[in-house]
């Protein structure tokens, strides 16, 4: 704020008679006035960071069950070649959705912040890298509790096991505490990647729509620009989904010896076309899951937003 500005606003609050609606007025026009300051200076707020991250936690939490809770029997009859029933569909989704909140909390919970500390690190012209790099930071911390949660969901999605907790239980049981972590490597070989490009697509993509439009983005467009960002990512790590899938399923069988093992026995086997296998269900559910999980997030982050405390304080103003 301009030093004379400054100095006119505070000899108006000291002209103004400290009660009733006039004290009001001016108690919420110097908040008004300290916040503007406080963003105009760039200081760092340290409750600023808890207020993202909490943020963050819940806009990620639901945006992951929602897209989960609608996408999942799509993700069922895909890996069962079309052959499930339908009242197997929804099977093991209450297990499933009891690791993907958490997941997704912990994800956006470590994205939002890496991201804004990067943006602010780093050279305009280098915000794809920050994107990518939050992307990154965000899977690997959410895959401590997205294999697990994997795991005993793709084994169930194949009939293996009928509950989560039994499958979590016989899998301790016959492979130990690291069956849960089966193809740990091969998770992290397509899931980091998969974070990274996505919501490096996305945000770039909003950047490039904001700019060209000068305004904000609507409901649809959100929407529209994850479903994007989701065909495209989905399509880029469809090898690497193939690779993470039949090392999870494999189980105690140990059909392969790792991820190298498993790319060469594929091509010995099946040959390169094997890798493209479920391409077409896949980015159909990665799309539309994007779409509904971005467009699910930016509604929640806007409504996150309007509570807090200098909105109200700028809406009463405006009241007033």
Excluded at 7 to 23: A, K
Excluded at 206 to 225: F, S, V
Aim: aromatic share 8%; with cysteine; proline share 4%.
């Amino acid at each position: 704020m301009d030093p004379q500005t400054q100095s006119s606003s505070v000899s108006t609050s000291h002209t103004i008679s400290p009660d009733g609606l006039n004290y009001k007025k001016c108690k919420l026009l110097k908040e008004e006035n300290r916040l503007l300051d406080s963003v105009l200076l760039k200081e760092e707020n340290p409750f600023d960071f808890f207020r993202v991250f909490f943020e963050s936690i819940i806009a990620g939490a639901m945006a992951g069950v929602v897209v989960e809770a609608a996408l999942y029997p799509i993700d069922t009859a895909a890996r069962g070649g079309g052959k499930v029933v339908l009242k197997g569909l929804y099977s093991g989704l209450g297990g499933n959705l009891a690791g993907v909140l958490p997941a997704s909390a912990i994800f956006l919970g470590v994205y939002e912040p890496a991201k804004q500390k990067l943006l602010k690190a780093l050279p305009e012209n280098l915000s794809a890298f920050a994107h990518l790099t939050a992307g990154a930071l965000g899977g690997a911390a959410s895959s401590l509790v997205r294999v697990p949660t994997e795991v005993v969901k793709q084994r169930m999605q194949t009939g293996q096991f009928a509950s989560a907790p039994a499958a979590v239980r016989l899998i301790v049981a016959k492979e130990g505490f690291r069956g849960l972590y089966a193809g740990y490597g091969s998770f992290l070989l397509r899931d980091l990647p998969f974070d990274a490009i996505q919501f490096c697509i996305y945000e770039q993509l909003r950047i490039g729509y904001k700019l060209a439009a000068q305004r904000d983005l609507n409901d649809p467009e959100n929407a529209i620009i994850g479903a994007v960002a989701g065909a495209i990512t989905g399509t880029v790590t469809n090898p690497l989904d193939v690779i993470k899938t039949r090392l999870m399923v494999q189980g105690s069988s140990k059909q392969y010896k790792g991820i190298l093992d498993c790319v060469r026995t594929i091509m010995r086997e099946e040959g390169t076309h094997a890798f493209l296998k479920g391409i077409g269900p896949r980015v159909l559910w990665i799309g539309i899951g994007g779409s509904i999980f971005f467009g699910v997030l930016e509604k929640t982050k806007q409504m996150l937003a309007k509570k807090r405390p200098e909105n109200h304080n700028s809406f009463y103003l405006k009241q007033e």
